[in-house]
């Protein structure tokens, strides 16, 4: 067992210790041929900073987004019903808390700011929902360009800014039976590919469809399939529209690790006579896939119910990839952290709700791979 503590004088609320940080091997079939294939790793997760939403400026309502542009800034997406904006501050001083966007169409101003991405210069890109398109903001916070779309992406599950300045986006757009959608720099649709969740109602379908996306520094998406458990990588040819040119690297599947939603995600009840409509979107699903150190893919899946999240690593390289032979290491954590975004050295911003008051948290993760102590 590895536990993992961060003490000193930090700003946070508290310290967080998470235990049982190793390689599981009971829990799916095929796991103990990986790890014997494989150089067995560890993954120590350390909570190094939080902070409570109530604390910050007025008080956050529900983090949408979250991404450091510049050691320690920390942006935050806030999003509530006419009054969605985002926010900006430094870990250090965590009371000097500025407004970068408010609710409206002015310059910068947005509607339903949700995920955030950082691109190679340093700007921020924050997809509205609400106006189906991007705002970029200078890493201080000004407003440099609304990027509109010519559809809206909805029920997004991921964001990021590519390399070459263009986003890719995972969610549903009616009319198009795609998970993921590629646009340029200036908002045009260039490709959209990937399969539609499975369920026999079409409203179903489009709310289960996506999962988490990134950016890789050769151009090149990673996707993690929201349920049930596929991950693949993408190269995007550079011209062109068609789909028969992109390549599929394919680098797990997990077989009884994510069962696909269906019609579950739709909720109908009856309350003093009258239907109504409402939507589970909390169905365990991967949440974030990263690239990090050694080529290594670096998957997480949030068990909102079950208040836990499994962070798994995978060994993309060149070769077979049936079920789970690339599974390096794997732990479960007893927090629901959903992550949100990997800063420069590694860092991840992530948030959960405070039980007591459903009030959301910011946290810093610190997450070191290390060989498996014999």
């Known amino acids: 067992m590895v536990v993992a503590w961060r003490g000193g004088a930090a700003s946070s609320a508290h310290t967080a210790v ?20 494989q150089q067995e790793r560890e993954l120590v997760l350390t909570e190094a900073w939080r902070v409570h939403g109530a604390t910050l400026h007025d008080g956050l309502t529900s983090v949408a987004g979250l991404a450091e542009a ?41 509607w339903g700011p949700g995920r955030m991405g950082v691109a190679t210069d340093g700007s921020v890109a924050v997809y509205d929902i609400g106006r189906g398109g991007v705002e970029v903001y200078a890493p201080s916070g000004e407003p440099l360009r609304r990027v509109r779309f010519p559809v809206r992406v909805t029920w997004v599950k991921g964001f990021d800014v590519l390399p070459a300045g263009g986003f890719v986006i995972s969610g549903s757009v009616p009319g198009i039976d795609a998970a993921i959608h590629y646009f340029g720099r200036e908002g045009r649709l260039l490709r959209s590919w990937g399969h539609q969740a499975p369920a026999d109602n079409w409203r179903a379908g489009l709310i289960a469809t996506g999962g988490a996306v990134s950016g890789i520094p050769d151009g090149s998406v990673l996707y993690s399939q929201g349920a049930p458990h596929w991950i693949a990588r993408y190269e995007i040819p550079s011209g062109g529209a068609g789909d028969d040119d992109l390549r599929e690297h ?46 290594l893919v670096l998957n997480i899946v949030v068990l909102k119910d079950d208040g836990e999240s499994i962070w798994q690593l995978f060994d993309q390289s060149e070769g077979p990839a049936e079920g789970d032979t690339r599974l390096v290491a794997e732990t479960r954590v007893s927090e629901p952290y959903s992550p949100w975004f990997r800063c420069q050295n590694g860092d991840i911003l992530a948030s959960l709700t405070d039980p007591e008051t459903d009030v959301p948290i910011i946290v810093r993760l610190e997450l070191a791979i290390q060989p498996l102590q014999q």
């Open 18 to 37: 998470l235990v049982w940080l190793g390689v599981v091997l009971p829990a799916y079939p095929g796991n103990l041929r990986a790890v014997q294939d």
């Open 70 to 110: 510049e050691p320690g800034a920390i942006w935050v997406s806030d999003m509530a019903a006419g009054r969605g904006r985002v926010l900006r501050f430094d870990q250090s001083q965590e009371t000097d808390v500025r407004v970068v966007a408010g609710y409206g169409e002015g310059p910068g101003e947005v």
């Open 250 to 295: 394919p680098v797990a599947a997990l077989e009884g690790l994510l069962d696909a939603p269906g019609d579950a995600v739709i909720v109908e009840t009856v309350e003093d006579g009258v239907p109504i409509r409402s939507f589970d979107v909390s169905y365990p699903q991967s949440r974030a896939v990263w690239m990090v150190e050694g080529g």
